[in-house]
């Protein structure tokens, strides 16, 4: 009886020295980050584009006449020197022509010499001398036609360059001024065009320089320069088609190349710069990033990313005065949650 009393002294007592215990406050998790100093620069956002590699200067070349091609010594892809010839017509009827026209020409001075004699001795009038004079000079001019057109039936090489395409074969019937050759002069001096959207062309101005790179010879890349800027969109893209001149250096290039381009326009921007790993719950062209308050909390902004440039992001669309934001551990925190620094 007596064990069982003390026992239960000691129990109560035992509950009663807990009660008088205090309890212990438990302090939250603080989140470990690191931070980056940033500030707005006026930087040059490159336009990204990519466009097909071409000579500085094309030509559709074509015959003055139609007829039939008689020869094409030249073949696609063919390297020619210039006042070289390309291709020739049929003369038997440009011959003709011109032995038509000679003709005519030789009565016309005939009847011209003979109502001019006649004149001077009064037999013929001034009237019919004024005609042979007009019938001589209309027969001239057709002689001039016929002898212009017959000069003008073989196709001759502007330049030196290359045949790009051949449109027309042998012994096919082309109409005047049908394309047979597309030509490009060669050189030193190549273009790029490529197609730019409304929002990009608005920043390029003639003169902007670029940056090309082929996959023809990759890791080089080609300095270029904006050469013309399209002022209207083409209809099958919706795009503005835009040139860029650049050089070879010394590497073979042909056309048709296909180059990925990066303009720089010389108007320079506002932009904050911010590391990649800080931009959080990307979606396209927009995101969120935290900033860091002076009393260690952090905010969650809305962003606008601008472009991407090598480890950094160009952002717009934040509020002034942000100087700090977290860099490393940002997709852990929420907004207004206190964080440690961590160097």
């Known amino acids: 009886m007596r064990s069982n009393y003390i026992f239960f002294i000691a129990v109560v007592s035992l509950i009663a020295g807990c009660g008088n215990e205090k309890p212990k406050h438990v302090t939250a998790a603080t989140s470990l980050v690191k931070i980056a100093d940033v500030s707005p620069e006026y930087v040059s956002i490159p336009v990204h584009s990519s466009g097909i590699l071409m000579s500085s200067e094309e030509l559709k070349l074509s015959f003055k006449t139609g007829g039939i091609v008689s020869g094409i010594p030249v073949r696609e892809g063919e390297k020619v020197k210039k006042g070289e010839v390309l291709a020739s017509l049929n003369l038997s009827e440009i011959n003709a022509q011109v ?29 019919q001398l004024q005609n042979a004079t007009s019938a001589l000079s209309a027969s001239k001019s057709n002689l001039e036609i016929a002898a212009f057109n017959m000069s ?21 019937l082309v109409s005047q001024g049908y394309p047979v050759f597309l030509f490009g002069t060669s050189g030193k001096a190549w273009k790029v065009k490529t197609g730019l959207s409304d929002r990009d062309v608005v920043r ?5 320089s670029a940056i090309i790179t082929f996959d023809a010879w990759p890791g080089v890349r080609f300095p270029a320069l904006v050469d013309q ?16 001149t650049l050089s070879d250096n010394g ?21 904050l710069l911010v590391p990649i790993g800080s931009i959080i719950e990307a979606d396209g062209q ?28 160009a952002i717009t669309a934040t509020p002034e005065g942000i ?21």
């Not at 590497?251 to 932009?271: L, M, N």
């Open 99 to 127: 032995s038509l026209a000679q003709n005519g020409y030789d009565k016309a001075l005939r009847d011209y010499n003979r109502a001019k004699n006649l004149y001077v001795d009064s037999v013929a009038t001034l009237e």
């Open 152 to 172: 003008h039936s073989k196709i001759i090489a502007p330049e030196n360059g290359i045949i790009l395409r051949q449109f027309v074969r042998e012994n096919e």
């Open 204 to 208: 390029i101005n003639s003169g902007d």
């Open 229 to 244: 800027v399209g002022e209207m969109a083409n209809p099958a893209t919706g795009t503005y088609e835009t040139e860029l």
């Open 251 to 271: 590497y073979r290039f042909a056309a048709g190349f296909v180059g990925a381009a990066d303009i720089f326009p010389a108007k320079k921007e506002s932009y």
């Open 286 to 313: 927009s995101g969120y990033i935290f900033a860091v308050t002076d009393s260690a909390t952090v905010s969650k902004i809305r962003i606008t990313i601008a472009t991407i440039s090598g480890d950094r992001a």
């Open 323 to 343: 100087k700090k934001i977290v860099s490393e551990g940002a997709a852990y925190l929420r907004d207004g949650e206190r964080v440690k620094i961590v160097k």
